[in-house]
T-cell receptor, first 114, second 113 residues
Framework: NAGVTQTPKFQVLKTGQSMTLQCAQD?????MYWYRQDPGMGLRLIYY???????DKGEVPNGYNVSRLNKREFSLRLESAAPSQTSVYFC?????????????FGQGTRLTVV | KQEVTQIPAALSVPEGENLVLNCSFT??????LQWFRQDPGKGLTSLLL?????REQTSGRLNASLDKSSGRSTLYIAASQPGDSATYLC????????????FGTGTRLLVSP
């Protein structure tokens, strides 16, 4: 009964390094999302995937890429990390029709770029 | 563009007090509104979801109301406990575009024994 699982939980990168944040859900949800959370700014949507095989930009997509590997997995890649990408990253999933369904979040990845 | 505001940003109360957290949004065209709880260093847990056709939802000591026409929601916590200490976020699902959440910046609640 894992729900949404994110790895890693913590990461420190040097400016210019790349990394991939992994996310998997076991609830058979169609939709998955990546958010970042910064102090005083709330959660902002980076990218989302409405269904397997589709991805779309959210509010703050610059500097990121995503892959919806299959229905379970949705990864977020930083090709060349910048200090402005220091943040806490959350993956979430929900059924495709969210009118009556709750969103489920992972535990987050705390990323520091130095 | 939908914007969500939460007031106050922080709240400190003694144990046992009833309290109200506020959330306002600028566009009433929403599918639903959700209230989340976030503990330090943890993810978000959905507490209550109110669909746009509903006025309120209740779960235990929590009651959330929705006034879509005025763009407001409140989360009422009865008989607060130290275990209620957390950050509470509200989020709406706009009817425009794909269904995704727009979050407020949260209210940090501290309930002291």
């Amino acid at each position: 009964n894992a729900g949404v699982t994110q790895t890693p939980k913590f990461q420190v990168l040097k400016t210019g390094q790349s990394m991939t944040l992994q996310c998997a859900q076991d609830m058979n949800h169609n939709s998955m999302y990546w958010y970042r959370q910064d102090p005083g700014m709330g959660l902002r949507l980076i990218y989302y995937s409405a269904s397997e095989g589709t991805t779309d930009k959210g509010e703050v997509p610059n500097g990121y890429n995503v892959s919806r590997l299959n229905k379970r997995e949705f990864s977020l890649r930083l090709e060349s990390a910048a200090p402005s990408q220091t943040s806490v990253y959350f993956c979430a999933s929900s059924p495709i029709d969210s009118q009556g369904n709750k969103a489920f979040f992972g535990q987050g990845t705390r990323l520091t770029v130095v | 563009k939908q914007e969500v505001t939460q007031i106050p940003a922080a709240l400190s109360v003694p144990e046992g007090e009833n309290l109200v957290l506020n959330c306002s949004f600028t566009d009433s065209a929403i599918y639903n509104l959700q209230w989340f709880r976030q503990d330090p260093g943890k993810g978000l847990t959905s507490l209550l979801l109110i669909q746009s056709s509903q006025r309120e939802q209740t779960s235990g000591r929590l009651n959330a109301s929705l006034d879509k026409s005025s763009g407001r929601s409140t989360l009422y916590i009865a008989a607060s406990q130290p275990g209620d200490s957390a950050t509470y976020l509200c989020a709406v699902t706009p009817r425009t575009g794909f269904q995704k959440l727009v979050f407020g910046t949260g209210t940090r609640l501290l309930v002291s024994p």
